[in-house]
């Protein structure tokens, strides 16, 4: 028996067509909103004459050329059947300089509002309080707050006046006034940013990039210098407090080869969007909750002697160590991609505080002691695949029978980074020979690294070790 | 009407809208992923200086395509080679940002679509199009000479910028009509609707002395893959001195571009042997030349019987 208020669904077809239905219905009518509005309207006013509604969460601002606004409403309770005049102030509001981490200047306010709204007075500024006050009597007045900084942060409050009495119109949240943009921890990040992130109950200023791995987390951006952003390549975007991120100016324009395998966010920069190819500072806008200063990698083009391809200056340390990553472009022209690519690698990895596996020492035994010689621990040990090992010893050096070999001519580029110290390939693997005769295992284990655990980029870390 | 009618009903709007639904989620997806953003000259230079089409837009700076150039300055007596490279790193962003959602499973909102960016422009408007101009002529966009002759091609009338695409030009500038030495050197690549600055480099000071013109001139013959002329200029340099790694690496070359591969790998070998000693760990050793012995070592295997 059915009784009032229930509904008997014996066929399942009945059921499936009215589930989607409704999914069809909430997805083609979605529930009526009003930006700026976070709770619905039944029950929000919670017994008070007034109130000013908090902001959508999902509203940060934005600067620059893609500057956006937030509508901001406050009301009367409807059941009153009052109305009143409004006015809005808005004050603590910061004055980050320029409009994102590496573009724009000047220290104006970073929030205001938009001008000639209708039915309000002309904006006052009094003190650095931006004040907007209604002319007619209404029940409900909206505002428009617009942003110029993506790192904006506010506070708004409302006053009503009903009957000739000013009085304070109060938060959904019971609070005098709302921030811009919804912020409960008051850290001035956006709460649905920190959320989204996984970085909510962090301090702004805290810096833990933990992915990838390396020597230490963080990447010298603060958290909320990842909030606020970047400008990249004429495109601003804000950046992972997660994922340590790497900014490049390539003045060479072959691109990063295989560096991406270390899983670093690698972003590009144009020659202004640092403080100067000299400085290279990215977040040169800093102020509020800063780590410092980071430095991007600058890619340069160079005459250099004919035995170097490449090199960095002056020595192997974090991007704020390492002044110019030199790249003899004339080289460039007539290499193959994959030699490219691992050049292009090592020396990066070189300019995140990776070193060789092992130095160059001279070996005497060896007729061609150039200090390139292949020998166990050194430059040409280790994992075969990392773009740090060196490549194409010539010749190698056993010196279990002190004697010196051409090296194996089955030898490729390395195309990633090791995790490992131990010998791989030509350096790994049981005793035995190649087709020619020659021992191998050739150079096993490194002797520096792994790679991975020497990764660092920020701070003062040099030549793969601990900060200077 | 009875339960199984309003079953029906309902079932049949519930279908009729997860097909829709499909759809328009179908079109959101072609939004996003977009087609190619070309670039194309839009009027021609003389109908420009002629200001036939007035409407036409100003050119204005484009960061969409990157032009980077690189100066070889070349012996007292070669010609200066300048070489010109264009790629898009605003699309390499994208690129690499794809990589890392593909990587890091929590990245996936930070996706965003790649908009190849293609530039249009027949052959033999390259050479029209690219102005150089030193530090102070840069307003007037005065062409440094106008003798130099592009040497290399982009090899296709359209180029598209993909995240890992680029394309080179070789300029090549008779000794007569070289920039000065400390001269601020940039290109300016008019494409009617955008103007592509390059970077600013200073012309290197002269050589200084009889070694290292040869290594210049050296430097621009290898790259024009002018086998005698580099030849030529590396025996000149062992001639000043039989020691010089320059000097075996350069012949080295020449040899190989001309086909006497047991001559170039011996030419190679004697380089390696007078390369400098490495002293500290972020020294670079001689990949490149390792890498050539290798390379002719396999090759001359191979040619064995």
Same mark, same amino acid.
């Given at each position: 028996?059915?009784?009032?208020?229930?509904?008997?669904?014996?066929?399942?077809? =009945?059921?499936?067509?009215?589930?989607?239905?409704?999914?069809?219905?909430?997805?083609?009518?979605?529930?009526?909103?009003?930006?700026?509005?976070?709770?619905?309207?039944?029950?929000?006013?919670?017994?008070?004459?007034?109130?000013?509604?908090?902001?959508?969460?999902?509203?940060?601002?934005?600067?620059?050329?893609?500057?956006? /606004?937030?509508?901001?409403?406050?009301?009367?309770?409807?059941?009153?059947?009052?109305?009143?005049?409004?006015?809005?102030? &808005?004050?603590?509001?910061?004055?980050?300089?320029?409009?994102?981490?590496?573009?724009?200047?000047?220290?104006?306010?970073?929030?205001?509002?938009?001008?000639?709204?209708?039915?309000?007075?002309?904006?006052?500024?009094?003190?650095?309080?931006?004040?907007?006050?209604?002319?007619?009597?209404?029940?409900?007045?909206?505002?428009?707050?617009?942003?110029?900084?993506?790192?904006?942060?506010?506070?708004?409050?409302?006053?009503?006046?009903?009957?000739?009495?000013?009085?304070?119109?109060?938060?959904?949240?019971?609070?005098?006034?709302?921030?811009?943009?919804?912020?409960?921890?008051?850290?001035?990040?956006?709460?649905?940013?920190?959320?989204?992130?996984?970085?909510? %109950?962090?301090?702004? =200023?805290?810096?833990?990039?933990?992915?990838?791995?390396?020597?230490?987390?963080?990447?010298?951006?603060?958290?909320?210098?990842?909030?606020? %952003?970047?400008?990249?390549?004429?495109?601003?975007?804000?950046?992972?407090?997660?994922?340590?991120?790497?900014?490049?100016?390539?003045?060479?324009?072959? #691109?990063?080869?295989?560096?991406?395998?270390?899983?670093?966010?690698?972003?590009?920069?144009?020659?202004?969007? =640092?403080?100067? &190819?000299?400085?290279?500072?990215?977040?040169?806008?800093?102020?509020?909750?800063?780590?410092?200063?980071?430095?991007?990698?600058? *890619?340069?083009?160079?005459? &250099?002697?004919?035995?170097?391809?490449?090199?960095?200056?002056?020595? *192997?340390?974090?991007?704020?160590?390492?002044?110019?990553?030199?790249?003899?472009?004339?080289?460039?022209?007539?290499?193959?991609?994959?030699?490219?690519?691992?050049?292009?690698?090592?020396?990066? #990895?070189?300019?995140?505080?990776?070193?060789?596996?092992?130095?160059?020492?001279?070996? /005497?035994?060896?007729?061609?002691?150039?200090?390139?010689?292949?020998?166990?621990?050194?430059?040409?040990?280790?994992?075969?695949?990392?773009?740090?090992?060196?490549?194409?010893?010539?010749?190698?050096?056993?010196?279990?029978?002190?004697?010196?070999?051409?090296?194996?001519?089955?030898?490729?580029?390395?195309?990633?980074?090791?995790?490992?110290?131990? %010998?791989?390939?030509?350096?790994?693997?049981? /005793?035995?020979?190649?087709?020619?005769?020659?021992?191998?295992?050739?150079?096993?284990?490194?002797?520096?690294?792994?790679?991975?655990?020497?990764?660092?980029?920020?701070?003062?870390?040099?030549?793969?070790?601990?900060?200077? | 009407?009875?339960?199984? +009618?309003?079953?029906?009903?309902?079932?049949?709007?519930?279908?009729?809208?997860?097909?829709?639904?499909?759809?328009?989620?179908?079109?959101?997806?072609?939004?996003?992923?977009?087609?190619?953003?070309?670039?194309?000259?839009?009027?021609?230079?003389? $109908?420009?200086?002629?200001? !036939?089409?007035?409407?036409?837009?100003?050119? @204005?700076?484009?960061?969409?395509?990157?032009?980077?150039?690189?100066?070889?300055?070349?012996?007292?007596?070669?010609?200066?080679?300048?070489?010109?490279?264009?790629?898009?790193? @605003?699309?390499?962003?994208?690129?690499?940002?794809?990589?890392?959602?593909?990587?890091?499973?929590?990245?996936?909102?930070?996706?965003?679509?790649?908009?190849?960016?293609?530039?249009?422009?027949?052959?033999?408007?390259?050479? +029209?199009?690219?102005?150089?101009?030193?530090?102070?002529?840069? $307003?007037?966009?005065?062409?440094?000479?106008?003798?130099?002759?592009?040497?290399?091609?982009?090899?296709?009338?359209?180029?598209?910028?993909?995240?890992?695409?680029?394309?080179?030009?070789?300029?090549?500038?008779?000794? $007569?009509?070289?920039?000065?030495?400390?001269?601020?050197?940039?290109?300016?690549?008019?494409?009617?609707?955008?103007?592509?600055?390059?970077?600013?480099?200073?012309?290197?000071?002269?050589?200084?002395?009889?070694?290292?013109?040869?290594?210049?001139?050296?430097?621009?013959?290898?790259?024009?893959?002018?086998?005698?002329?580099?030849?030529?200029?590396?025996?000149?340099?062992?001639?000043?001195?039989?020691?010089?790694?320059?000097?075996?690496?350069?012949?080295?070359?020449?040899?190989?571009?001309?086909?006497?591969?047991?001559?170039?790998? !011996?030419?190679?070998?004697?380089?390696?042997?007078?390369?400098?000693?490495?002293?500290?760990?972020?020294?670079?050793?001689?990949?490149?030349?390792?890498?050539?012995?290798?390379?002719?070592?396999?090759?001359?295997?191979? +040619?064995?019987?």
């Amino acid at each position: 028996m059915i009784e009032r208020g229930q509904v008997n669904i014996k066929n399942p077809a =009945v059921g499936v067509g009215l589930g989607a239905f409704f999914y069809l219905a909430l997805a083609v009518f979605p529930r009526q909103s009003v930006q700026g509005w976070s709770e619905p309207q039944f029950g929000f006013l919670k017994g008070r004459p007034a109130t000013l509604h908090k902001i959508e969460k999902s509203w940060r601002p934005i600067g620059g050329p893609e500057a956006n /606004s937030i509508t901001i409403t406050a009301e009367i309770d409807p059941l009153t059947k009052l109305q009143g005049l409004f006015r809005f102030t &808005l004050y603590d509001v910061s004055r980050g300089r320029g409009w994102c981490m590496n573009s724009g200047f000047g220290e104006d306010p970073d929030f205001r509002f938009v001008g000639n709204q209708p039915d309000f007075l002309p904006l006052r500024n009094e003190d650095g309080r931006f004040v907007l006050e209604g002319t007619k009597q209404v029940r409900l007045a909206s505002i428009v707050v617009q942003a110029f900084d993506s790192g904006a942060f506010g506070r708004l409050k409302a006053e009503v006046n009903i009957d000739g009495i000013w009085s304070e119109v109060p938060a959904d949240d019971g609070k005098s006034y709302i921030t811009l943009p919804l912020d409960e921890n008051e850290n001035h990040i956006a709460d649905f940013w920190e959320e989204r992130w996984g970085v909510l %109950g962090q301090k702004a =200023v805290d810096d833990r990039d933990p992915e990838p791995g390396g020597l230490e987390d963080g990447d010298g951006f603060s958290n909320f210098e990842e909030y606020r %952003g970047f400008v990249m390549k004429g495109r601003w975007s804000d950046t992972w407090p997660g994922l340590k991120d790497v900014f490049v100016v390539d003045d060479v324009g072959r #691109g990063v080869g295989h560096f991406t395998k270390l899983g670093v966010a690698v972003h590009f920069l144009d020659r202004t969007e =640092v403080s100067s &190819l000299a400085d290279r500072v990215v977040n040169f806008n800093g102020g509020n909750a800063s780590a410092g200063i980071q430095k991007a990698i600058y *890619i340069c083009p160079a005459h &250099l002697p004919e035995t170097v391809f490449g090199k960095v200056e002056p020595g *192997i340390g974090t991007p704020n160590v390492v002044e110019r990553v030199l790249i003899d472009a004339g080289k460039l022209q007539r290499s193959s991609p994959d030699k490219v690519a691992w050049a292009l690698a090592h020396l990066l #990895g070189h300019a995140v505080n990776i070193t060789h596996h092992g130095d160059f020492p001279g070996v /005497s035994e060896c007729d061609k002691d150039i200090g390139a010689v292949g020998q166990p621990g050194q430059a040409h040990a280790g994992e075969a695949n990392c773009v740090m090992r060196y490549v194409f010893a010539f010749p190698y050096y056993d010196p279990g029978d002190g004697t010196c070999y051409p090296y194996p001519i089955e030898d490729t580029f390395g195309t990633d980074y090791c995790s490992s110290r131990a %010998g791989t390939g030509l350096n790994g693997g049981p /005793s035995r020979a190649d087709g020619a005769g020659n021992p191998l295992p050739m150079a096993g284990a490194g002797s520096r690294g792994p790679c991975r655990s020497s990764l660092a980029v920020k701070g003062s870390h040099a030549n793969g070790g601990s900060n200077k | 009407m009875n339960k199984e +009618k309003i079953g029906r009903w309902a079932l049949g709007i519930g279908l009729t809208g997860l097909v829709l639904l499909f759809l328009l989620g179908r079109l959101g997806v072609q939004k996003e992923t977009g087609t190619s953003e070309v670039i194309q000259p839009v009027e021609s230079l003389a $109908a420009k200086a002629s200001g !036939a089409d007035r409407s036409s837009p100003r050119p @204005r700076p484009s960061p969409q395509i990157d032009m980077l150039i690189y100066y070889e300055p070349g012996g007292t007596e070669t010609s200066g080679l300048v070489v010109v490279s264009f790629s898009c790193q @605003r699309v390499r962003n994208a690129a690499l940002e794809r990589e890392l959602s593909n990587r890091y499973a929590f990245y996936k909102t930070k996706s965003s679509p790649i908009e190849p960016v293609e530039l249009q422009m027949p052959r033999e408007e390259w050479l +029209k199009r690219i102005l150089f101009s030193v530090e102070g002529d840069a $307003a007037a966009g005065r062409r440094i000479n106008v003798s130099y002759a592009i040497r290399k091609w982009p090899g296709k009338e359209s180029v598209k910028f993909t995240a890992f695409e680029e394309c080179d030009l070789m300029i090549e500038i008779p000794s $007569a009509a070289k920039p000065p030495a400390g001269a601020k050197l940039s290109a300016n690549l008019d494409v009617g609707v955008a103007s592509i600055v390059s970077n600013t480099i200073t012309v290197p000071s002269p050589a200084a002395g009889p070694r290292a013109d040869a290594v210049l001139a050296c430097r621009v013959h290898q790259l024009l893959e002018a086998a005698g002329p580099l030849q030529d200029a590396a025996e000149k340099l062992l001639a000043t001195d039989p020691a010089d790694f320059d000097g075996y690496w350069f012949l080295g070359q020449a040899l190989e571009m001309r086909g006497k591969l047991d001559a170039a790998l !011996a030419a190679y070998e004697d380089a390696l042997k007078r390369s400098p000693r490495l002293v500290k760990n972020d020294d670079e050793a001689p990949f490149h030349v390792m890498f050539r012995l290798q390379e002719l070592s396999r090759t001359l295997a191979e +040619k064995k019987p």
